[in-house]
């Protein structure tokens, strides 16, 4: 007679999200997600709620079980590039700052007068997949191109940075994983470099670019955002990534469908809501609701609703691309096999089913 293992019940979901907008912020922030789960025993965490640095180093290298992230796309590409088993649920286009700054008085004015001059560009050197070297690289290569020219045309200047994205911060049940104190750090090895003379202009991009734009007084070379081919964008955050455990996926797609419900709904409830919303937002990202407009615009709100649209996947294919030409991923793989259109489809029909039923359906 066989015997069947015996089969723990799933009891714990794990979340991390980057300190950007999204759907699933809004979701946590109203409890959406707890509540979707609380009834079956599951009890949902951030990984800011552990204080293992494995568990919490998660939101970069995808290891934890039975665990979803949205935010930045480099992170996950690079864990599936090494094998990781994660997948592809869901993806958004959210415009967010991006730009290329360069002080006053420089004599820099257009994106011709780079050439010669010297770039800023950070590196981590205690990280598995450098993120934030990745974007500004990206980000100085896009905009040359728009002059015909190249990297050959400017000197990169290169920064070595010490401290890890993820620091000792407090834990938190709900919290992002990057805490105020961490976004504030997080272009300081530039910025100072450009205050001293050692670098001639800057990329930067988030929530925080508006205030370190106010703060250094900066000429704004190129508004990456706001240009008119939007390919030239492409990068960290755009388009950002909602992936999941695959082997959650594999063995509990009910609850996979499930989360992206209460995402679904977040996102569509940002739509009718925006005064909320900018304030939910302003506490994800860590800086004041005033900047808010300024970081994301008007777009932000109808931008929140994760899809899996051609565009969106070609965008994440040019990505990739970027980082495997550049040496920050060694492996190739194949973006179209890495997403599974699956679970937001059944997201979508429970929407559905809710809307149909009002006396089930959950108060706003």
Same mark, same amino acid.
């Given at each position: 007679?066989?015997?069947?293992?015996?089969?723990?019940?799933?009891?714990?979901?794990?979340?991390?999200?980057?300190?950007?907008?999204?759907?699933?912020g809004?979701?946590?922030?109203?409890?959406?997600?707890n509540?979707?789960f609380a009834?079956?025993?599951?009890?949902?965490?951030s990984?800011?709620?552990?204080?293992?640095?494995?568990?919490?180093?998660?939101?970069?290298d995808?290891?934890?079980a039975?665990?979803?992230?949205q935010?930045?796309n480099?992170?996950p590409?690079w864990s599936?590039?090494?094998?990781q088993?994660?997948?592809?649920?869901g993806?958004?286009?959210l415009?967010?700052?991006q730009?290329?700054l360069?002080?006053?008085?420089?004599?820099i004015?257009?994106?011709r007068?780079l050439?010669?001059?010297?770039?800023?560009?950070?590196?981590r050197?205690n990280?598995?997949?450098d993120?934030w070297? #990745?974007s500004? &690289?990206?980000?100085?290569?896009? =905009?040359? !191109?728009?002059?015909?020219? %190249?990297? @050959?045309? *400017?000197?990169?200047v290169?920064?070595?940075?010490?401290e890890?994205?993820?620091g000792?911060?407090?834990p938190?049940?709900?919290?992002?994983?990057?805490?105020?104190?961490?976004?504030?750090?997080?272009?300081?090895?530039?910025?100072?470099a450009?205050?001293?003379?050692?670098?001639?202009a800057?990329?930067h991009?988030?929530?925080?670019?508006?205030?370190?734009?106010?703060?250094?007084g900066?000429h704004v070379?190129?508004?990456?955002?706001?240009?008119?081919?939007q390919?030239?964008?492409?990068?960290?955050?755009?388009?950002?990534?909602?992936?999941?455990?695959?082997?959650?996926?594999?063995?509990?797609p009910?609850?996979v469908?499930?989360?992206? #419900?209460?995402? &679904?709904?977040?996102a569509?409830? =940002?739509? !009718?809501?925006r005064?909320? %919303?900018a @304030?939910? *937002?302003?506490?994800?990202?860590?800086?004041?609701?005033e900047?808010v407009?300024?970081?994301?615009d008007?777009s932000?709100?109808g931008?929140?609703e994760?899809s899996?649209?051609?565009?969106?996947?070609?965008?994440l294919?040019?990505?990739?691309?970027?980082?495997?030409?550049?040496?920050?991923?060694q492996?190739?793989?194949s973006?179209?096999d890495?997403?599974?259109?699956?679970?937001?489809?059944?997201?979508?029909?429970?929407?559905?089913?809710?809307?149909?039923?009002?006396?089930?359906?959950?108060?706003?």
């Amino acid at each position: 007679m066989s015997i069947t293992p015996f089969s723990k019940p799933l009891d714990q979901l794990w979340y991390t999200r980057c300190p950007v907008p999204t759907a699933s912020g809004i979701a946590i922030h109203h409890g959406w997600i707890n509540q979707e789960f609380a009834k079956d025993g599951i009890t949902v965490s951030s990984l800011r709620a552990s204080a293992e640095r494995s568990v919490r180093e998660s939101h970069f290298d995808h290891r934890q079980a039975n665990s979803f992230r949205q935010g930045g796309n480099a992170p996950p590409i690079w864990s599936r590039s090494q094998g990781q088993d994660v997948v592809v649920v869901g993806l958004t286009w959210l415009p967010q700052y991006q730009s290329i700054l360069a002080l006053p008085g420089s004599g820099i004015q257009t994106l011709r007068d780079l050439k010669g001059k010297r770039l800023a560009l950070p590196r981590r050197v205690n990280e598995k997949i450098d993120f934030w070297r #990745a974007s500004a &690289l990206q980000g100085y290569l896009q =905009a040359l !191109a728009l002059e015909g020219l %190249t990297e @050959a045309d *400017v000197t990169l200047v290169d920064l070595p940075v010490d401290e890890p994205y993820i620091g000792n911060v407090s834990p938190s049940g709900s919290g992002p994983l990057f805490d105020a104190h961490q976004f504030a750090k997080s272009a300081r090895a530039e910025t100072f470099a450009l205050i001293r003379g050692e670098v001639d202009a800057i990329y930067h991009y988030g929530a925080a670019g508006p205030a370190l734009q106010t703060f250094l007084g900066a000429h704004v070379v190129l508004d990456i955002n706001h240009h008119a081919d939007q390919k030239v964008a492409i990068n960290n955050g755009t388009p950002n990534v909602l992936t999941v455990s695959g082997e959650l996926l594999r063995k509990h797609p009910a609850i996979v469908a499930r989360y992206l #419900a209460q995402v &679904l709904r977040a996102a569509r409830w =940002a739509k !009718a809501h925006r005064q909320e %919303t900018a @304030a939910i *937002v302003a506490r994800e990202v860590s800086v004041a609701e005033e900047w808010v407009p300024e970081a994301f615009d008007e777009s932000l709100y109808g931008n929140l609703e994760p899809s899996l649209r051609p565009e969106l996947v070609s965008a994440l294919e040019v990505r990739k691309d970027f980082l495997l030409r550049h040496g920050f991923i060694q492996n190739d793989f194949s973006v179209a096999d890495w997403i599974d259109h699956g679970p937001l489809a059944e997201a979508h029909k429970l929407l559905g089913q809710e809307a149909a039923n009002p006396d089930t359906a959950k108060a706003a």
